[in-house]
């Protein structure tokens, strides 16, 4: 009975991870959306522009405020289901600095070190700031530019300290394109990819480096 039992919380957690959660936060008049990964969502049309990054997160992140946790060999499911629901807090972040909207795209969790899980994360979002004349997207006459988001990379990083690492890359990005702006050129961010891999100094800690494609006239 207790493999039966098993049997069925597996099937309705792989249910709850084909679930599409909308929902709206009044940030700057803004709007954003998690998709399950692999869904082709209309609301997708328009956000062009991208955020890539994985993090480290202990499972307990997953949980609902006071949900016990489940049998830890279901610990995999659950991180997988609710991996987008956990990246609508790095929505809000993108929304607060450099989006109008924003929805998560892709989500992916696998276990890590200790109680933790990696997950790996694609935003689609689309600019808030007014980035001036552009040609189309299509015109081979905008030029791309690759932008590195930190003078070097950053080293022995917890994982703790991801998230604030994150806006300190969103800012850069921001300023790039202030900064082209005032040199005459249009600019809008097109995407940002936030790299990790692991210290070679101290076990838990990580490396991390940012890069944004821009796109200017």
Same mark, same amino acid.
């Given at each position: 009975?207790?493999? %039966?039992?098993?049997?069925?919380?597996? @099937?309705?957690?792989?249910?709850?991870?084909?679930? @599409?959660?909308?929902?709206?936060?009044?940030?700057? /008049?803004?709007?954003?959306?998690? @998709?399950?990964?692999?869904?082709?969502?209309?609301?997708?049309?328009?956000?062009?522009?991208?955020?890539?990054?994985?993090?480290?997160?202990?499972?307990?992140?997953?949980?609902?405020?006071?949900?016990?946790?489940?049998?830890?060999?279901?610990?995999?499911?659950?991180?997988?289901?609710?991996?987008?629901?956990?990246?609508?807090?790095?929505?809000?972040?993108?929304?607060?600095?450099?989006?109008?909207?924003?929805?998560?795209?892709?989500?992916?969790?696998?276990?890590?070190?200790?109680?933790?899980?990696? %997950?790996?994360?694609?935003?689609?979002?689309?600019?808030?700031?007014?980035?001036?004349?552009?040609? &189309?997207?299509?015109?081979?006459?905008?030029?791309?530019?690759? @932008?590195?988001?930190?003078?070097?990379?950053?080293?022995?990083?917890?994982?703790?300290?991801?998230?604030?690492?994150? $806006? /300190?890359?969103?800012? $850069?990005?921001?300023?790039?394109?202030?900064?082209?702006?005032?040199?005459?050129?249009?600019?809008?961010?097109?995407? %940002?990819?936030?790299?990790?891999? &692991?210290?070679?100094?101290?076990?838990?800690?990580?490396?991390?480096?940012?890069?944004?494609?821009?796109?200017?006239?």
């Amino acid at each position: 009975m207790g493999l %039966i039992r098993i049997g069925f919380a597996i @099937v309705a957690l792989l249910a709850i991870a084909v679930v @599409v959660t909308a929902f709206t936060l009044n940030s700057r /008049n803004s709007e954003t959306t998690d @998709v399950a990964d692999g869904l082709s969502d209309p609301r997708l049309a328009g956000l062009t522009h991208s955020v890539r990054y994985t993090d480290i997160v202990p499972f307990e992140a997953f949980l609902n405020a006071g949900e016990e946790p489940p049998e830890r060999t279901l610990w995999p499911v659950y991180a997988e289901a609710r991996a987008a629901v956990y990246a609508q807090e790095e929505c809000q972040r993108l929304l607060d600095i450099l989006a109008a909207s924003c929805v998560v795209a892709e989500s992916d969790a696998s276990p890590a070190r200790d109680d933790h899980f990696q %997950i790996a994360i694609r935003l689609a979002f689309a600019p808030a700031d007014d980035m001036g004349d552009l040609p &189309d997207r299509a015109d081979l006459s905008a030029e791309t530019q690759i @932008v590195e988001l930190s003078d070097e990379v950053r080293t022995n990083v917890s994982p703790e300290d991801f998230g604030a690492l994150r $806006a /300190n890359y969103y800012r $850069a990005a921001l300023q790039a394109c202030d900064s082209a702006r005032a040199n005459g050129s249009a600019c809008l961010v097109d995407q %940002i990819v936030i790299e990790q891999s &692991d210290s070679f100094n101290e076990e838990g800690r990580y490396n991390v480096s940012g890069r944004a494609l821009v796109l200017t006239d």
